[in-house]
């Protein structure tokens, strides 16, 4: 049924639960994995503005993180039997959202996995739901892990 999945990675312990749901799914299906994740700059931008050093700080331990996440996925990966066909990018300089649905897009993905934080009332509301705004933009199915 499902031939691309697209998974949304953060490295989060939401994440990595969303990661063994769409390896094990992929690997049921037949199907190819492509592991995104999404360095966001705006969260930092406003901080920036006083020191352009602390944004390319920012970046480079998001890459990090990025590195440590993707790792994490590939191992998982890897380890399944058979092994579960992967790719792997790093998305920046645009919004978690825009990002991972515009990488569905661009990798012919059939269904996008993300995991969620859980997050509720004021915290979501300040922090805003990733999971919330992938099921209004995403042109494919969504399957949120919790």
């Given at each position: 049924?499902?031939?691309?999945?697209?998974?949304?990675?953060?490295?989060?312990?939401?994440?990595e639960h969303?990661?063994?749901?769409?390896?094990?799914?992929?690997?049921s299906?037949?199907?190819?994995?492509?592991?995104?994740?999404?360095?966001?700059?705006?969260?930092?931008?406003?901080?920036?503005d006083?020191?352009?050093?602390?944004?390319?700080a920012?970046?480079?331990?998001?890459?990090?993180?990025?590195?440590?996440?993707?790792?994490?996925?590939m191992?998982?990966?890897?380890?399944?039997r058979?092994?579960?066909?992967?790719?792997?990018r790093l998305?920046?300089?645009?919004?978690?959202?825009k990002?991972?649905?515009?990488?569905?897009?661009d990798?012919?993905?059939?269904?996008?996995?993300?995991?969620s934080?859980?997050?509720?009332?004021?915290?979501?509301?300040v922090?805003?739901?990733?999971a919330?705004?992938?099921?209004?933009?995403?042109?494919v199915?969504v399957?949120?892990?919790r």
């Amino acid at each position: 049924m499902f031939k691309n999945i697209l998974l949304a990675t953060d490295g989060s312990s939401a994440s990595e639960h969303a990661a063994k749901l769409a390896a094990g799914l992929a690997r049921s299906q037949g199907a190819h994995l492509t592991a995104v994740y999404v360095v966001d700059p705006y969260p930092y931008l406003g901080l920036a503005d006083t020191n352009p050093m602390g944004l390319y700080a920012y970046l480079s331990a998001a890459r990090d993180h990025a590195a440590g996440a993707h790792a994490k996925v590939m191992a998982l990966c890897a380890e399944s039997r058979p092994p579960v066909p992967l790719e792997l990018r790093l998305v920046e300089n645009t919004t978690a959202a825009k990002g991972i649905v515009q990488t569905a897009k661009d990798e012919a993905c059939d269904l996008i996995v993300a995991g969620s934080h859980g997050r509720s009332g004021f915290d979501n509301m300040v922090l805003g739901s990733v999971a919330a705004k992938l099921l209004q933009l995403s042109p494919v199915p969504v399957l949120v892990a919790r």
